[in-house]
């Protein structure tokens, strides 16, 4: 497994991001809620997470999904770029995604 923000952020080849079996999705009122069943830990999704979460959920990319993302919200390149680099990084980190590169 590879935490994201070790990796380039574009580098040849894809980078498809797996959710494991023992995770579990709910999405309540526009935001998600996880479940590693693992560890009985929860961890929800505001809005936004909610809408990365359904891109990788369709078996996305990280770069397909980042540029759909720059392409959905009016903010600077950088802020979208270091929030989604912190949430695929604690997704990783909880064992929610993985990330084989």
Known sequence: MTVL???PKIMP??????????VLTR????EAVLLNID???YFSLNRTGTQIWSLLQEGRTVEDVRREIHERFDAEPQVIDHDFDGLMDELVRRGLVSIES
């Open 13 to 22: 080849g894809a980078r498809s991001p797996q959710i494991p079996e023992h």
């Open 39 to 41: 560890t009985g830990i």
């Open 27 to 30: 999405v309540l009122d526009g």
């Open 5 to 7: 923000s070790s990796l």
